[in-house]
């Protein structure tokens, strides 16, 4: 049991740690806190004190110190464990945030688990049986039940992953737990199947730990992989060839938009709105050339952020806009399922997204369909790109965020920079970027940001 005691808190504590404002954190803490306290009180009666008796050492001050801590912790366990589950997965329910009583929940919730601190058990049991486990069993199952149904409801496929690892955390090892903490010794007086949680939560803990470590679980991802990025940027990628990218990309633009004018001109079809609007892309372009040249300082310095208050839906026409003389084989759908806004630096997320856009343009030579998606969560607006072209296999998405790797061997102008970049500017405004992809169903960028704060004046993010 001091494997569970410690094993829990110290996942309880990383998610807090990691995460300290947002509810769900806060609550599935709770759960490896509470779950904790069970493994605690076992090991205080299994181990602290026969130890201290052994030695001598358990004097009857200690004793009594020792009886209560127990009991106190194995109180925790029982009546604590059923209401952080069941407040869990209701906070990590999608609809959650708009259900107009929720702040009500809480308090209706705890009463009975109060109430159980001040009724006797029966002689020989832990805890009063008789009242705990009809409302901490509807609580454990109620909960489970929240999981899947959030489950089911996730179509963003990203979000789902994140979802189904969650669930699959946490709703076996408290339906495990309903039988052995409650149903098996109400009903058939089987009082010490409770040891057999071990293993469950042993299984439980290895899922976190290894989500973490490849897609991160409530937030807690191991950092391996982007400290490595990161080194490997500030150690092979300088600023300079950063900046070689991105003029790349606006020399692209106005020589596509010059070559689209002549042609006009030259075949006697000149509209003069649409040269207006095209030139006003050349301009665009020319400016984001000045912008990242002012932005990236020296060749090894650090990107600064100018962090503006932005809509992103009409950053991300402007960047489709940019790039419509490329769209002529693809069929875009568009779809802004937010108002929210973002704080942001206008010209390296216009950056980000037009090579998210062109990346899956060019995955998409013979034609195909662009999915671009704007929807949010409680606190992130999150951006979906997706295309319908070959998609990657294993090797290539493990490999795909590094500097200098690219699939294009065919493009001389190509340096393999594109995708770690967009990762280093999307972790810079305090986002996630992450790819999901399959050989022959497309490949789908997500990209999450914080919703709009107020900032301070002249603030820069570095």
Request: aromatic fraction near 12%.
């Amino acid at each position: 049991m001091l494997f569970v005691f410690i094993g829990l808190w110290t996942i309880g504590l990383l998610l807090i740690v990691t995460d300290p404002k947002r509810a769900t954190t806060q609550w599935i803490s709770s759960i490896a806190f509470t779950g904790g306290c069970g493994g605690l009180s076992a090991v205080i009666a299994d181990d602290v004190v026969p130890y201290l008796f052994d030695r001598g050492l358990l004097t009857m001050p200690v004793a009594v110190l020792l009886a209560k801590a127990e009991l106190a912790s194995s109180l925790m366990c029982y009546f604590g464990l059923p209401y952080t589950f069941l407040m869990f997965a209701i906070v990590y329910y999608p609809d959650y945030p708009v259900w107009p009583w929720k702040r009500w929940i809480p308090w209706a919730l705890v009463v009975l688990p109060a109430l159980s601190f001040v009724l006797e058990p029966k002689p020989g049991d832990p805890i009063p049986y008789y009242f705990v486990t009809p409302w901490a069993a509807p609580y454990i199952v109620t909960g489970a039940v929240l999981l899947i149904m959030a489950l089911l409801k996730e179509k963003n496929s990203f979000l789902r992953r994140s979802r189904m690892l969650t669930t699959l955390a946490a709703a076996p090892t408290l339906v495990f737990a309903l039988f052995t903490l409650y149903l098996l010794p109400s009903f058939f007086g089987l009082y010490e199947w409770w040891r057999y949680n071990t293993w469950v939560i042993a299984l439980t803990l290895a899922i976190i730990v290894g989500s973490s470590f490849r897609y991160g679980f409530m937030g807690l991802q191991i950092s391996i992989r982007n400290q490595k990025l990161d080194y490997t940027l500030r150690a092979i990628t300088s600023g300079t060839s950063i900046l070689n990218h991105a003029i790349k990309n606006d020399v692209g633009k106005i020589r596509l938009f010059g070559d689209k004018i002549k042609s006009e001109v030259a075949a006697g079809r000149t509209d003069p709105a649409q040269v207006v609007q095209d030139m006003e892309v050349i301009l665009s372009a020319s400016q984001h050339i000045y912008e990242m040249i002012y932005r990236i300082q020296g060749q090894t310095q650090e990107i600064k952020l100018q962090l503006e208050e932005l809509d992103p839906r009409e950053l991300m026409r402007d960047c489709i806009r940019t790039l419509s003389p490329e769209l002529h084989k693809v069929e875009v759908h568009e779809q802004y399922l937010t108002e929210e806004r973002i704080a942001a630096d206008r010209a390296q997320l216009t950056e980000v997204w037009t090579n998210v856009l062109t990346n899956a343009i060019e995955a998409m030579p013979d034609g195909g369909v662009l999915t671009v998606r704007l929807t949010e969560t409680k606190r992130k607006v999150v951006l979906e790109v997706k295309d319908t072209g070959p998609g990657m296999d294993k090797a290539q998405l493990k490999r795909v965020f590094d500097p200098f790797y690219t699939t294009k061997s065919g493009k001389k102008m190509n340096f393999g920079l594109g995708l770690s970049y967009c990762y280093t500017i999307v972790q810079k405004h305090k986002g996630t970027m992450n790819i999901h992809s399959k050989p022959g169903q497309g490949t789908s960028v997500f990209m999450q940001f914080p919703k709009q704060k107020r900032l301070p004046a002249g603030r820069e993010l570095i």
